[in-house]
Each structure stands twice: as C-alpha cells, then as structure tokens.
C-alpha cells in the first residue's frame, strides 16, 4: 500500500525505481516496529554491529569503505543551467549533462536490493519554517541514520498532502566507486542525486545537500538563510536567556561550543548553556526586527574522536542509546565502542574503523595512519538523548539571535575574540574567514584556506550573491544580532593551543553578552571591538599552558592582541580572495570594510 496520493511524489518514487530497478520498494514509517526490523536486517547482513545491550542500549556500529570516510568536495557539484549562478568556487555541471552522467551510473544499479523511501521533514513537521524532502536509497544505513536526523515517517506525508512540493533526493551506493561519486545538486529542480558513497554528509541528503546547499538556494530567492551553525540558549542567573548563533567550519568545535557546561563558578552563580542546534540554523526575520533561528535537524552527526566525559560530557551522554557510529573502533572486550580521547588509558583489545586488529603499542597520537578510529569517525545521536537540550529545540517559531558568531582555526593572526563594528562590518569578517583544513572532507588536513561563514563547502549559489543576500537581510532586520568573531586555536610556537577552550568558551560567551547588552566596554582597534583582558572572568581557571605554567592574564593579554602588521598582510590576502578568486558580484559595502581595514592597518 502507498502511504500517500501526492502524484508528484508517486511518480518520483516510480521514476526513480524505473532507473534503479529495485527488486521491491518499501515506505519507511518511522515506527519503531519497522525502524527494529530494518536493525536487525542490517545486523543479520553484516552492515551494522550491535554493541553492548547494557552499557550501550539500541547501539550499532557501521563501518564504511576506506574510500569513503568523508565529504568529498571536488565531487560535489551545483548544476544550474547558468555556470556563473554556481558562481567560482563551487563546481559546477551543466544539469543534463549531470541528470544523464548520474542515471547512467545508477541504471539498474539497486536489482537484488531494496529501494526505500524515506518520507521527512528539515524541522518541526507542518511548522512555518519546516520543509519536507524525500530520499530514496538502497541504504538501510540511510533510513536508520535519515531516522536519526530528521523528522521521519507518514505525518511528512500528510503534510505534503495531495499537491505539496518536496525536495527530491535519489541515493543510489552502487559501488562507492571513488571515480563514479557525484554528489549532485540541482537547486532549480529542488533534486539531490547522490551515487557511489554510502558515507554520512554525502548520502544524508537532507543534512548538508538540502538543509545548506538547496536551502541557501530557497532561502535567498524567499527572504531567509540557511547557515552552517550551531544555536545555542544561555540562561542567566537572574532567568534572563539570551540565544546565540556561531558559524564554525566542519570539525571546528560547533557541536562542543553548543554542548558547553560552563566552569564551576559560573554554575554556583546559575548559569545555564542549553544546546538548540549543532550544525545547522534556519534564519528568518521575526515580527520584532529580529533574527529567530530554528535547527532542521533532529539529531547529532558528530565528531566522536576528542570527545569524552571532560571535554564535552553532554556529547557523549548524547551517545548512550540509539545512537549510530560510524568508522569508530570495537572494543571487543565488552563490545563497546573507543576512539582516540575517549580515555587516556589504550584499550588493548580493539578492532580498529577498517576491521582489523589494532596494536595500542604502534599508536603514534600525531600519525593518523596508526589511529584506531577514522580521524573524521562520527556518532549519528538523538537530540532528546543530549542532557543539555534546550526545551525550545522543537519550538515552532525558534529563537531569537542576540548574537551571531564566526570562528575558524587560525594558529595566528585572529585574537580569542573581536566584535563588528555593524552588521556589514560583519558581513565582512564572515566573508573574510579563513580556516585550516580538517578530515570532516577528503585532502590534506591543516591548510588554511579561506571559508566565508564556513560556507565554503555548502553555499548553493554563487559566493558573492551569497555576500549580497547577508547584506540585503541586515537591511530588513531594525534590531540585527550583533556580530563578532572568536578564534580558540591559538597556538604557541611549540603548537600548544595557547586558550583552554572548551567550557571555558563560556568565559568568551558572557563578554559577548555583556557587549550585547553594552554592560562592559571594549577597545577600539583596526580590526574592531576587542575586550579589555580584565572584563573576561578569569577567576577559577585551571588550565596550564605550555611547561606548567597556570593561565594568567598576561597569557589573555597575549591572544587579545591585535598585530597591524599580520593584519596588513592579512587585508592583502582577503583583497586577493575577492579579486582573485570571487571576482565578481562582491557587494560595496563589503570593498568599503576592505578599504577601512587596509587605511586602519597603514
Ligand atoms: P562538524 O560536525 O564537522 O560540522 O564539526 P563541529 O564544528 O561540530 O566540530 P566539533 O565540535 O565536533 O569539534 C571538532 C574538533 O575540534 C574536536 O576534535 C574537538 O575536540 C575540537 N575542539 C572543539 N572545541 C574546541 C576548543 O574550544 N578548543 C580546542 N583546542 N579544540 C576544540
Ligand atoms: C561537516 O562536515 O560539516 C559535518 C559532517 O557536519 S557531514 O554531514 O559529513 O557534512
Ligand atoms: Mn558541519
């Protein structure tokens, strides 16, 4: 029986099973008596480990080819019928030859196998800001993450009911071929094609594919943004709460900074960090002026390798039941799960991501070839499972923003934190971000590269439009977020990060705040608004950086500084960024920023 009438998703469906030919086709429900019997297919088949019923209730483990670990960038393409509407960085295909270099890969390419399609929605089903997709897939690692991280089952149907749109989102793993993988977005066709990958962002098409890549598309032509951020709530401890915003780069502290349990002394004072979202918001312009934000998503994709009790103990609570890794290690003592900073002590018996016995003797922290789990290894978690969840996480209207905040890792150049002088101003520091590679895509780890509001990989439309749109929607918001800018990666000249992080981002959290508020001041200086060392709290800290020496606030005088020269060369870079690489469409306002940062540096 088919679950719905819309013609436009039965014929999608049968479409898609035309070219695919499936030996049978099953509708995913979301129930929890078809969400175990896919479980224990996948089990049975050998796609999904079960782990410790006890210590891990409903957990797998799932390993995927050592050829598709992560993202893959070159291989993802935006295909609008105009090359210069994909704009410079983003690669492009022209659609058809993308529709017919896809359907010649998948023809055929599910006989034997089960297609499943998995009806869901990006956001609370049915509320304003929700939007419904459905994938197909031959996947049951798919359906069970797809299970995860969205809204799934018969009510997206019946919110679409006999007529309404959807995006379209076809995976087909074939052979996860390397050479044949395409991640394909056709923005003005709302479709995702996705072959030859069985890997998270590139075959959770309702994550990045839609929520980022044809959601930044939707949302510049209907008046809205989709970002790659983290939102997270603070309560004060006179019950006041405050909602922040902050675009970091894949893999660069989004799901720890949004998970944050402030130091103690913050606690006994009553402060509060409930996490709302991890990876993704959903923006648009309230009643009031304001920005009011929404996470799509309904679980966690995140890094697991770092993560423990101490570092981000919510995270990893998050992990304790119903929770999906990926390409993390097996510890077969009690069939639980390990990777590299989960414990200090190695565990000693333990298959590592790509099956094999792994020898703790060779384990070597700065080769990642001698890693037990995948550097980019993941758990795919519930967000009601997370003790820190914000109980507005499935509010129907979000939050609203009292701050946006940008971040990369730089090991130089970019104090621990710096405020906008206005919006545009920024605008400019978004579009002027640049951050060192790390192994959530495929290449070289450790490259500073430029990625405009850590967009680089997800924006689906050309970057300078994407610069105009920020710009347009300052315009139609009377009371902005205010912006600023925080780097927790300083390092020394050994490579030691010279700023704790971690809970005591919290320390950053409240200066940011407080300048929301205009309760502290701030030093003017040629980049912007940078806090005086004394206004942030350092009391209580604990940290010791490099040779035993405790934190002090000479060390925070240290990451505050802001050196003309370096910001000099770096005003050359951004000019060469825009010139070079965006050429075209970069809006005035953003060359006025240029020109003032370059005078303020002479
Ligand atoms: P994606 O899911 O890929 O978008 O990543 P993310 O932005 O959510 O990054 P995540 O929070 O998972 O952090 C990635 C890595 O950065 C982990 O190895 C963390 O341990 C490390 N990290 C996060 N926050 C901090 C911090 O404040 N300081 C330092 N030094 N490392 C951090
Ligand atoms: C990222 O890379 O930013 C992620 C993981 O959040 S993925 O879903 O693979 O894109
Ligand atoms: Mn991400």
């Known amino acids: 029986m088919k679950p719905t009438e819309n013609k436009k998703v039965l014929d999608f469906v049968e479409k898609s099973a035309e070219l695919a030919q499936p030996d049978e086709i099953v509708w995913i429900d979301g129930s929890e008596a078809q969400t175990a019997e896919l479980k224990a297919k996948a089990v049975k088949s050998g796609e999904l480990i079960k782990l410790n019923e006890k210590l891990l209730p409903d957990c797998y483990l799932h390993r995927t080819k050592v050829n598709d670990v992560a993202r893959v960038e070159d291989r993802t393409f935006i295909c609008t019928k105009k090359r210069e509407d994909a704009g410079p960085i983003n690669y492009w295909m022209d659609p058809k030859q993308a529709y017919e270099l896809t359907s010649e890969i998948a023809r055929g390419s599910m006989k034997g196998k089960t297609m499943y399609v998995i009806p869901y929605s990006m956001g609370v089903v049915g509320s304003d800001f929700a939007k419904i997709g459905i994938e197909v897939t031959d996947s049951v690692y798919v359906v069970l993450n797809m299970n995860i991280m969205t809204r799934v089952g018969n009510a997206c149907l019946k919110a679409l009911g006999k007529d309404g749109d959807f995006i379209k989102g076809f995976h087909a793993s074939c052979d996860i071929d390397a050479e044949k993988r395409y991640i394909m977005h056709f923005p003005e066709d709302d479709t995702i094609i996705s072959v030859n990958s069985a890997y998270g962002g590139n075959v959770l098409l309702g994550k990045k594919c839609f929520a980022l890549r044809i959601a930044s598309y939707l949302g510049r032509t209907e008046g809205w943004m989709a970002e790659h951020m983290l939102i997270l709530g603070v309560t004060f401890p006179d019950g006041e709460k405050k909602y922040v915003a902050a675009a970091f780069p894949s893999a660069c502290g989004k799901t720890n ?110 080769d990642k070839s001698t890693c037990a789990a995948h550097p980019n290894s993941r758990f795919t978690a519930p967000a009601k499972n997370c003790p820190c969840v914000s109980p507005d996480f499935d509010s129907l209207t979000g939050v609203p923003l009292s701050a946006i905040i940008f971040g990369g890792r730089r090991a130089s150049t970019t104090p621990l934190v710096f405020e906008s002088r206005d919006w545009n101003h920024g605008v400019f520091i978004g579009s002027a971000m640049s951050s060192e590679t790390t192994a959530a895509a495929a290449g070289a780890t450790g490259v500073l590269r430029h990625d405009p509001m850590a967009m680089k990989p997800f924006a689906g439309y050309h970057m300078g439009d994407y610069f105009a749109h920020w710009i347009e929607m300052g315009k139609k918001v009377k009371n902005p977020p205010k912006i600023f800018n925080v780097n927790w990666f300083r390092q020394d000249k050994d490579g030691n990060f010279m700023w704790p992080g971690f809970g005591d981002n919290m320390r950053v959290l409240e200066w940011i705040l407080k300048r929301c508020d205009g309760k502290v001041g701030a030093e003017e200086t040629a980049i912007g608004f940078v806090p005086r060392a004394e206004d942030i709290d350092l009391s209580e800290m604990d940290y010791e950086i490099s040779a035993g020496h405790p934190f002090g606030i000479e060390d925070l005088k240290e990451i505050l500084k802001v050196d003309k020269s370096l910001w000099a060369d770096e005003a050359k870079e951004i000019e060469g960024y825009y010139k070079g690489t965006i050429k075209d469409r970069i809006p005035a306002e953003l060359w006025d920023c240029l020109e003032t940062l370059k005078n303020n540096c002479k």
């Open 257 to 366: 900074l949004a998970m944050l349990i402030p130091p103690e002394h913050y606690l006994k004072k009553g402060y509060k960090v409930e996490c709302v979202g991890d990876d993704i918001a959903w923006i648009r312009v309230g009643k009031d002026g304001r920005l009011w934000a929404v996470n799509p998503e309904n679980g966690f994709f995140g890094v697991a390798p770092g993560t423990n009790e101490h570092s981000n103990y919510n995270a990893l609570q998050s992990t304790k039941r119903g929770t999906i890794f990926t390409n993390v290690a097996l510890n077969t003592d009690d069939m639980t799960v390990w990777w590299e900073g989960l414990t200090k002590e190695l565990p000693q018996h333990v298959i590592d991501w790509t099956g094999k016995p792994w020898n703790p003797e060779k384990f070597d922290k700065k």
